[in-house]
């Protein structure tokens, strides 16, 4: 048997997390007392399970590097959060769910956690709106639903185009009363810099306080890593600056193995890059390849004119365009998932077609929608012969009432007008399915370690769906972990305290204090921005959105030699004990650096396209991807050996019930 | 572009701080402000200088991170726009830019631009929630209809980023605007009616325990918030303050 | 009281009450004022009724000066609190992009209006003392009020003076009553109407005032 004990129940799936629920341990309230749990991150999932297990009667401690727990990049989700409320009827229910969820991701998910996830959906929606939660709502005073890609049902509960932001201010609001209790110490400003393991189990971190910079024990009965994502290993991404793998990373060097670090999910409409002083994307929702038509023009010197501005995109002719997307999915067109869309995009910028200064830029083109609209607003309202002039204005008119503040939000980064000339859109890297690996009580293999929400390897497989990260965040946080901590935690009733002065945490802090000191008294001559947006270059080059045994094997190479240069010759200015954001960012590339490597590693090993990993040696003769259930039909889980080279995978064969596993198409 | 640059320096909390002169040249007017602040501090690193510490994170305009006074308005000149979102094409070449942390007894600056808005934190522990516990048997979500328009105004005051440029925009550097925020979500919702006494009064008390000045209705806030918060807000926090301490 | 007025928001509460009343004062004032150009008798009586009625002098008069010594100490408070709100400034602080002038200087068009409410006094309260309060209702004694007023306003200096001060209302109130609203928690509803009357009632009252001086500067000429 493998070594990674996924520790599924027994029972026909629905009836597992029931069947569960009454068989594990608890831990009695009066002992809940005694119990100290840390919690790293304060986004949808770590800031609903500090307020929950504090609810419950544990002592919590939260931390997270930014100003305030409700400023954590959860707050960026726009368009909305999956249940199977079925408050529709249109048909929609937990299996549906469920089988929507392990498709969508590629069948690269454990079947029992997508089901739970599913199961507890619906009270997501119950708590956050008891919590005032404002979601969109009919005339009628009940709930709204929109639907989304990849589904048949309307199951999306949304608050307009800031639905993230309202599910963390819940979340926040419900930590705030147990900061008000006196049962979170919310510590803010902080950095978790390592994990301290005592006896082999989790007992502490070490933090580093952002504005004095100095350094912090805390000890605990648990450490829960709730920090996201690693997009940013790529420099350029939709994720917030400081988004960091830092606490994760520091895990996983002391024993969590990592899982799937090699899916990563490159969403395709956002706005492209406009200079080298770029320092992150933004995305421009989904909705928008509903109307717009996506194109490039079909032959090289029209580029070269509109390039240079000669051309305006408007003046091209039709059958001077390329619809690429048209024209290799006659079926689904412009409404290709994710990893499609985005890669025909980087297939024809790599052609040389891309539109923009840099060529990596295609146009996403409103002007058919708005002469169609147009026309049939004109029609409706008895004028069967319009001009040319009123079906433009009253085709404007329905794509601003649909798309108005995105519209804005474009014009105000690019200064084009989206009404009159085409946008320019690129992939940019949205999110991470990879992470932590975790077993169905979300605790990793380090006991008393767990990770939830993106940190873990989640349950989206090889591709995630749109509105599921905030349910799989709050499903973790509110549902899963507070009561499957229980089950560890009954062991430590007894325990007392955890010391802090123990040799453990100094050798923890020492190494600590020693890695950054190294950093600030290496006086070199490059900027730490320099070698990031060098290792974000060739992340997204060789281990992007199309990958291939001899890019990564070169990725390989030049990450190693981008690190060995970045050890000698990287310059941090500044002090250690004062706010230094500099020291901050060099702290996080060490770790970015390691599991850069370790992405290419696993891309490499996973000889298949499935999801979002396409490699480009496993394709149909129309490039489209080749999955290898009989080989790769698991989850790719790696050990750290003492040092970035030698990890070691260990794989979780993925078991398929109550689901047949079957082939995407889109033509 | 070529432009001047005026911006506070400050060690850290306890030391004086201080007005430091910056020429920078090669904008791009496509940047954002804070990308030509990078640029800067790129600058400053080669210099082997301490480069300028501001606060930012998300910078799509809604973590409500980024703060800076500039040219004597909280996110600059745009409206409806944070500092993140605000692009170089609003200056013109030669331009003078003062750039100052957001003033206000209760934000304290922690180092040159960044500052402690831990006040806000406090005043939303005081009262900024419903009390419901974690469980999987609340009522169901569609129990109590809640009418549309009450639904989206609560909505539209819970936009609010607290991102604390009504207080750097009021000359009382009031927070009233984040307060009434909050308070008005509630009151608009069902769900906030049971703790509405409590809620008001124990926000109003520590929004004054904070330092913040009081309301005196000339609307700046309103002008500056990047989320278009509207001064109603304040005064249902007024009404529902009122109708609290006549009750309690 | 100090219970009641422990917060800035009950404060200003008390302010926009407070200022509320004034307003309606105001009201009453100009009205019995505009009498006087087109009716001296009737003017004559009104100054009468309110001189000598027990009920006016005694209980709504002390209410009155309770008002505006409130309204001004509340006013000072806050103001003093405010200050303290930002003990460092900015270098430069852009005030006319976001507000109007009125709305920042409130504390100046107050002190204005206080200092001229003393010349106010000066010129009508305290002359009536001695015979209002100084052996009771006496028929004889009761002074010819029309033409007290007429004189007042034969100096071209004082009358410069009110019609100067009367502006000064004007822009305390265009910013003070529909804020009074604020205050006490009236302004999220039915704000646009009741703006519009604030605004016309803040520019229209001073005006009246204004005709009133000018009216019986010129028409004695």
Known sequence: MSVLDSKTPEGPIEKKWDNHKNNIRLVNPANKRNIDIIVVGTGLAGGSAASSLAEMGYNVKTFCYQDSPRRAHSIAAQGGINAAKDYQGDGDSNYRLFYDTAKGGDYRAREANIYRLAQVSGSIIDQCVAQGVPFAREYGGLLDNRSFGGVLVSRTFYAKGQTGQQLLLGAYGAMNRQINRGKIQSYTRHEMMDLVIVDGKARGIIARDLVTGKLERHSAHAVVIASGGYGNVYFLSTNAMGSNVMAAWRAHRRGAFFANPCFVQIHPTCIPVSGDYQSKLTLMSESLRNDGRIWVPKHKEDVEKIRNGSLKPNDLKEEDRDYYLERRYPAFGNLVPRDVASRAAKERCDAGYGVNKTGQAVFLDFASAIERYGKEKAYSEGHHNPSKEEVTRLGKEVIKAKYGNLFEMYEQITDDNPYETPMQIFPAVHYSMGGLWVDYNLQTTVPGCYAIGEANFSDHGANRLGASALMQGLADGYFVLPYTIGDYLADEIRTGPIPSDTKEFDEAEKAVREKLESLLNNNGQNSVDYYHKKLGKIMWDKVGMARNEQGLKQALQEIEELQADFKKNVRVVGKFEAKNSELEKAGRLVDYFELAKLMARDALERDESCGCHFREEHQSEDGEAKRNDEEFKYVSAWEFKGSDQDAKLHKEELEFHSIELATRSYK | MKLFLKIWRQENAQAKGQMVDYTIDGIDPNMSFLEMLDVLNEQLVAENKEPIEFDHDCREGICGTCSLQINGQPHGPDRLTTTCQLHMRKFKDGDTIYIEPFRAKAFPVVKDLVIDRSSFERIQQAGGYVSVNTSGNTIDANTIPVDKESADTAFDSAACIGCGACVAACKNASAALFVGAKISQFANLPQGQVEATQRAINMVNQMDAEGFGSCTNTGACEIECPKGIKLTNIATMNREYIKATTKG | ?221
Not at chain 3, 104 to 126: A, K, P, Q, S
């Open chain 3, 1 to 221: 009281m100090g219970r009641y007025l422990n917060t800035t928001v009950a404060k200003k509460f008390a302010m926009g009450l407070s200022g509320l009343f004034l307003v309606s004062f105001l009201l009453m004032h100009v009205t019995v004022n505009f009498v006087s150009t087109v009716s001296p008798s009737v003017y004559n009586s009104l100054s009468e009724f309110m001189g000598y009625n027990f009920v006016v002098q005694l209980l709504l008069q002390p209410i009155l000066v309770i008002g505006v010594v409130f309204h001004f100490v509340m006013g000072m408070v806050l103001e003093v609190n405010n200050r303290k709100a930002r003990p460092i400034g900015y270098e430069k602080f852009d005030k006319s992009s976001n507000t109007t002038w009125m709305s920042r200087n409130m504390i100046i068009t107050g002190i204005v209006i206080l200092l001229f409410l003393g010349l106010h006094m000066y010129d009508f309260f305290f002359p009536e003392l001695a015979y209002k309060f100084g052996n009771g209702y006496d028929a004889a004694q009761v002074p010819d009020f029309y033409t007290g007023l007429v004189a007042k306003f034969q100096d071209p200096i004082r009358v410069g003076i009110y019609v100067l001060s009367f502006v000064f209302l004007m822009l305390h109130l265009l910013h003070g009553f529909y804020g009074s609203f604020q205050s006490i928690g009236w302004g999220d509803r039915n704000s646009r109407a009741l703006k519009g009357f604030a605004k016309w009632f803040s520019i229209l009252v001073p005006l009246l005032f204004i005709y009133i001086a000018l009216f019986h500067y010129f028409g004695s000429l």
